[in-house]
Every structure is written in C-alpha cells, then in structure tokens.
C-alpha cells in the first residue's frame, strides 16, 4: 500500500499535457508564435516598468505607454508601479523598448519575452509596444481586469517567447451612431474594449436618414433639426467638434485611427430635413424614425449640393487627423446610375481638396470619379461586388455578413436585425477575407455594428462580444494559425477575464455548451 502511494504521489508531480495546456494563458488574437516554457516572473511592488526608444521623442513615446500599463496594472494590485526612463533595466522589471526593434516586425509587430527576471517586450514601433501590451496583460492572471484591488493573488506571468504581427493592416469596428445616438463615454470605453483585441481602426458613421450626429459650425441646422432624433422616436443627439475631438484623442492613446463616415448621396434624409434648399421643392423633409433605407438622396446635379458637401468635409477633415474620410455611397437606391457616378466623383473631389483619400461601401468603387488612393469597403462580397475595385488595383476592406455584428445570433436571442441570416459566434469566425473576394489587394477586415435595434451600452455588449473578437483574430492572426475548437476553448478559458472587464458579453451556448 505504501509503495502505491508512493507512486500516485509521484505522478501527480508529473505535468501531464492536459495541465501543461491549461497553464498557457489564452490570448486574443491568437499571436504568430506563441511557446511557454517553465518558470514564471513574479510581479510585486518592487517591480517598475522600464521604457527605452530609439529617440528622445520616442522614449516620450514609450513613457506614455508604460504609464498606461503601470495605471492598468496599479488598479487590481494596488501597487504604485514606476515608469523609468532608461536602457539599463534593473532585474526583476518590465522593459518596454523600440532599440534593436526588428523592421519586419513593422508598425504593430512585437516580441515578448518573459523569463523569472525579466519581461521584455521590443518592437519596431512605439504602436508595436502598446499592441503587445494587450498581450502582456493576458499573460497575468485574471484579476488583474478587475477595476478594484484584488489582494492574495501572486500575479504571474509564465515564462513564454511570443512573437508576433498583424496579418492584415486595417482591423476595424464600426459603430452606427447615427440610428441611436451613443454619448462620448459610451463610445470610449468600446474603443478601449476594442483596442485591447488590436483593433486599430475606429469608423463612425456619424449621418444617415435619422439622424445627424455630428456639429458642422457653417450649418447650424443639422443639429437644429437632423441631430433630434432616433429610430423609434426619441431625443437623439450628437457631437460637438470638441467631443469628437476627444473621441480621437482618446482613440489615439491607443492607436486607434478614428475614420469619420458621411453616407452620400443616399442615407442623408436628416440632412434633407436639416436644409430646405437640399431638396428639389425647397421644403425641409420630415425626420424619419423608421428603418427603412434607400429613399433620400442629394441632387448630384446641383452646386447647392456641392457647397453642402465641401462645408461639411471641410470642417470634419479640419478636426480629423486621418488620411482617410469614407463618404458612404451605399443603397444610393433613388440616385440615377449616371447620378450617383457624377456625385461620387465630385464628392472625392472634394475629400481631396481638403487632404482626405475616399473609402466608400460598395458600389462606390464602379464611379469613374474614384482616385488610385480610393478604398472600397465590400460589405455586398457577391461575385461581381468589388471587380471595379480589383481592376482599378484599389485596396479593399472586408465586411461580409461573418461581421454583420448587428445580426442576431439566433432565431430566439433578443436584438439585432436578421436579413442577412443569423451570425453566431462560429460565423463570425469561421471564415477567411479572401472569401469575399479574391485576387484583390486586401486592405483588412471591418466589423459593423449598425444601431437600429441597439440602444443601450448593454445591448452594444451583447451584440459586440464574443464576435468583435472573432472577427479581431481574423484580421489579425495567420488563417495557418486559427482553428475553431481552439479559439472556442481560449474564450471558455477568457470567461471570468471578460467578466472582469465588465463585459456583458452574450454567453454564446456553442461556446459555452
Ligand atoms: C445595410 S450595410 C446598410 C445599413 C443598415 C444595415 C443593417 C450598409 C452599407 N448599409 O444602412 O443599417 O444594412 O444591417
């Protein structure tokens, strides 16, 4: 009998590969490489965050980003954890450095090396850091997304060698803010939730039939008239120039690019009854609060049109640092073929004036007004949607139905529209951006989450996680490196992360069966 203790005693001391594969942290997206070996680094107190770039004004860089781990990290240890500026890490610190940063890493690339004395996180870029940090923060236990101090816990992270990059360049989120209006700190903290899966590209579509959402100084009527209102009736809103900028600032901490989106010349009947001489009868329009779409559009055969565009672009472009503007372009369903070509032209036109490149939905991409510098956004991905694109060699962003994230999940959950089938969270994984077109210059992937049934930050949540995740490790992690059961098993494994987070994300049963 002793004996057989013994040995039971003994095996249990032997990892067996279940328990070796629990002791991986999971992370979103699923990194390049990804290898963990034995031993651990132990934060504690003493532990300070150390930042080195190749620059004074990268070190600045680098500082900041160090300051944003050190506050994420003080909140659930309660440690006041240092930021120091130096090359020469003591042991036992975490180093944040750009020096001996790899180019092939490129601008959001990184290499993260954990050993007992040290984490060592170096990229190429400044934006390459913070990205690696959303991994560094999943290598810690948990709690450590909790907003308030946790004590008794020994925040670890194993020892592990991860390197990574991103696949594609543009990982987005869109957010229709136009059907319900979302006021500033709601936006902001889906941005942050966003940043922390890599998403880099924040779009706003700031206008559509119910809604202007944003002040344009030269034309006081659309907040006047097409801000109040909603679908469904209601008060609506919008921002003021000020608050969008603190959209974009706060979008810039995190390396998020804010594209501001315009839709034209369709989806503008708030602006139709914003501005009586927009119409052809000089009479403001009624606000709609219904849902349908494909009824409005601009007269693409009138410069009072065009000096509405150029207002409105040129105070949007004044406060938006992004190359690019995207001016809608969808379901133009009342705007003649020849009409719609001349406006999207024309309207790029101006985009150009002010220093912006054009992206538009499709089929923006079939005008002949389109520049080498237009991208089209493929959300119809048919056979015949984006050719015009792919022969003009124009880069192309990805939106099939996979990240149709304002579809219902299922028949029987709540919110979200249906016309484009069901999207459950193997949907909007499942899937490659070469499924939506092929032989094209693939510029990422875009996840839309458009707001007719969406009214509240819980709803958002709901209808955002899992899928925004799913969609984010699409765009950012090789198709050799992505299996369902796995990633499925890593969200599992995230629950009580996401939990911690404040997430009230949608348990998804064919995740969590
Ligand atoms: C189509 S997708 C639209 C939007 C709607 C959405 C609802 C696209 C470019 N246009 O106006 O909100 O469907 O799913």
């Known amino acids: 009998a002793m004996a057989l203790l013994l040995s039971a005693n003994i095996m249990s001391l032997i990892p067996t590969a279940a328990s070796a594969a629990t002791s991986q942290p999971s992370i979103f997206p699923n990194p390049v490489s990804y290898s963990v070996g034995t031993g651990q680094f132990l934060l504690t107190r003493s532990t300070s965050i150390y930042v080195a770039g190749n620059s004074a004004e990268e070190t600045d860089e680098l500082f900041k980003n160090g300051q944003v781990l050190a506050s994420k990290l003080n909140r659930s240890t309660g440690y006041q954890i240092n930021v120091i500026k130096s090359n020469n890490p003591s042991a036992g610190s975490i180093y944040l450095t750009t020096v001996g940063g790899n180019a092939a890493q490129g601008n959001e690339g990184y290499d993260l090396n954990t050993t007992s004395d040290q984490v060592k996180l170096t990229a190429n870029k400044p934006e390459g850091v913070f990205r690696g940090i959303q991994t560094l923060l999943q290598l810690l236990p948990a709690d450590i997304e909790k907003s308030s101090i946790v004590s008794g816990v020994q925040w670890v992270i194993p020892n592990s060698t991860i390197s990574d990059k991103p696949t594609y360049e543009y990982r987005g989120f869109m957010l229709d803010v136009a059907r319900h209006f979302f006021p500033v700190d709601i936006v902001k903290r889906q941005i942050d939730l966003a940043s922390q899966y890599k998403i880099n590209k924040f779009h706003m579509h700031l206008s559509d039939d119910q809604g202007w959402r944003i002040e344009i100084k030269s034309r006081p009527e659309l907040i006047e008239y097409g801000s109040k209102g909603q679908v469904g009736g209601g008060p609506g809103g919008y921002y003021t120039q000020e608050e969008f900028k603190e959209i974009v600032n706060y979008a810039a901490e995190r390396y998020i690019e804010v594209i501001p989106e315009i839709d034209m010349p369709g989806h503008t009947n708030a602006a139709l009854a914003s501005i009586a001489e927009l119409n052809p009868d000089g009479k403001r329009k009624p606000m709609r609060t219904d849902t349908a779409v494909g009824y409005s559009t601009l007269m693409a055969r009138s410069e009072i049109t065009y000096q509405f565009v150029d207002d409105v672009v040129r105070e949007i472009a004044a406060i938006s640092p992004s190359p690019y503007f995207h001016l809608g372009g969808d379901e133009s369903h009342v705007t003649s073929a020849s009409d719609y070509d001349y406006f999207i032209g024309r309207a790029t036109a101006i985009l150009d004036k ?160």
Do not use: H
């Not at 005008?367 to 022969?391: E, F, I, M, R, Y």
């Not at 958002?460 to 990633?487: C, H, K």
């Open 354 to 513: 002010y220093g912006k490149k054009a992206i538009g939905w499709d089929p923006s991409d079939t005008s002949s007004g389109t520049t080498s510098d237009t991208v089209l956004q493929n959300w119809n991905c048919t056979p015949t949607t984006g050719t015009a694109a792919k022969a003009k060699g124009l880069k192309v962003i990805v939106s099939p139905a996979n990240t149709y994230i304002d579809m219902r999940y299922y028949n029987n959950t709540p919110l979200g529209l249906a016309w484009r089938g069901n999207v459950n969270t193997a949907k909007a994984y499942n899937w490659n951006p070469t499924d939506c077109i092929s032989g094209a210059n693939i510029y990422g992937v875009e996840s839309t989450l458009w707001s007719e049934t969406i009214l509240t930050q819980d709803q958002m949540d709901y209808m955002v996680y899992p899928r925004l995740i799913a969609n984010a490790e699409v765009g950012w992690t090789p198709q050799s490196n992505r299996n369902w059961d796995d990633f499925k098993g890593r969200l599992v494994n995230q629950t009580s992360r996401l939990q911690n987070k404040g997430i009230k994300f949608y348990a998804d049963p064919i995740v969590w069966t």
